[in-house]
């Protein structure tokens, strides 16, 4: 999948992020890893836990986006640090499966992380990067 005319923003895998009733997505190449709550001790916001050779700073996406969520049962955990040196890990409500996009569409505003809007599933989705929230 592909642009003709060279365009990078085609073809680019991202990865369903479910918070409360919203969807965020994020490149695919931001993921680290994603852990199921049922599997962790300590997965609360502001907890830091071990793995392997990392620790990883606990945050809820939904307070960071100002969503609304009830439920989490997974933790993404991002490629980077954060300003404190800890990974940044999000609890969220579920994860979808990756999906590639075909573009990436501009959005109006200055929201330091939010990257413009995907195409998922029928509906436009919010492509946000992770890291700009935690390096700020």
Known sequence: MGDQRGDRRSG?????LFVGDETYAVKLDRVATVLRTGVLDDAEPGSVIDVRD??????????????????????????????????????VSEVGDPTTVDEIRATVGSIRHVRGKVRIGGDDVVLIDPLRIHQS
């Open 54 to 91: 990392h620790t990883v700073e606990i945050a809820d996406a939904a307070s960071l986006l100002g969503a609304n969520s009830d439920s989490t049962t997974a933790v993404v955990v991002f490629h980077g640090c954060g300003t404190d040196g800890h990974v940044p890990g999000w609890l």
């Open 12 to 16: 680019i895998d991202v990865l369903p």
